[in-house]
């Protein structure tokens, strides 16, 4: 399979870490979700939660939709 330039590979996400996979399932249950939901779910930190969520965004897992507080995480369409 060939990967066109500008065309990224879909990550495999059958190899997430454990609290990764915890929002990928979340995000996937509920549509989106926020990082206060994010530190909620994984008894976390507020910045710890920005820095998990914000990981999955730069390995094209979640795709970040609207910005500062309003900002929530949604799953990438290759991976619906």
Known sequence: FY????????EDVTNLEGKEQV???????HGAIT???CATLLKVKPHQATYLLQTLRERGVLHQQGSR???????DARYL
Do not use: H
């Open 69 to 75: 507080r309003w900002t929530r995480y949604v799953l």
């Open 3 to 10: 990967t066109l330039p500008g065309e990224t590979k879909p």
């Open 23 to 29: 929002v990928l399932d979340y995000v996937r249950a």
């Open 35 to 37: 990082r206060n939901e």
